[in-house]
């Protein structure tokens, strides 16, 4: 099993501009969660979702949307990004354990 | 008050040694408790989890204080291999749903 993926694996993005970050699971899963992860801060959740055709808001959503369309991936986007987006993103999926995703190191100049 | 604190360390033992890492969650309602490690640019990935009892894997022995909301991981026989920052983490309900809260981190350094 590949458990949880992530693509791109890194990306530079200028600001303002828009990106789509993937997450995919193989566990069946019902829950998928993005998180963001920057020095001195540990990981902070950014949205979540109970099961497919639902989301909601994390700690820190402001600046990003996701969709959770099919049960196995949960789409994260940045519409407009800014330097403050600069940091590596985490996806994870759980039934009680979360199991994450090797991540997206994601750079805004 | 943080809802899930960590001394970040870090922490410099030789190999062979016994460290003990602690955590305190201010959530008394929280119910699932948990170790994490996180190697240098990697993600975390789940070491244990800790039962109300107390749990041993190995090496590795996990408490857990409810009363004291504290949970603490302790290492014996240090190896190199355990060099990688521990994450201690608590569920939290948030508008019904459970969803995980992690603390800083504590870093481990284990020395030849």
């Known amino acids: 099993n590949a458990g949880v993926t992530q693509t791109p694996k890194f990306r530079v993005l200028k600001t303002g501009q828009s990106m789509t970050l993937l997450c995919a699971q193989d566990m069946n899963h019902e829950y998928m969660y993005w998180y963001r992860q920057d020095p001195g801060m540990g990981l902070r959740l950014i949205h979540y979702s109970v099961g497919e055709g639902t989301t909601a808001k994390g700690e820190v959503p402001d600046g990003y949307n996701v969709s959770r369309l099919k049960k196995q991936n949960f789409l994260l986007g940045l519409e407009s990004a800014a330097p403050s987006q600069t940091s590596v993103y985490f996806c994870a999926s759980s039934s009680y354990e979360q199991y994450f995703g090797p991540g997206t190191r994601l750079t805004v100049t | 008050r943080k809802e899930v604190e960590q001394d970040p360390g870090p922490f410099n033992v030789p190999e062979g040694a016994t460290v003990a890492f602690n955590c305190t969650y201010s959530n008394s309602a929280s119910q699932s408790f948990f170790w994490y490690r996180q190697d240098c640019r990697k993600e975390p990935k789940l070491l244990m989890s800790v039962y109300s009892s107390g749990n041993e894997d190995g090496r590795f022995t996990a408490q857990l204080n409810r009363a004291s909301q504290y949970i603490s991981l302790l290492i014996r026989d240090s190896k190199l291999s355990d060099s990688a920052t521990y994450l201690c983490?608590?569920?939290?309900?948030?508008?019904?749903?459970?969803?995980?809260?992690f603390g800083k981190g504590t870093m481990l350094l284990v020395s030849p």
């Open positions: 983490v608590v569920n939290t309900e948030i508008s019904g749903y459970s969803t995980l809260t």
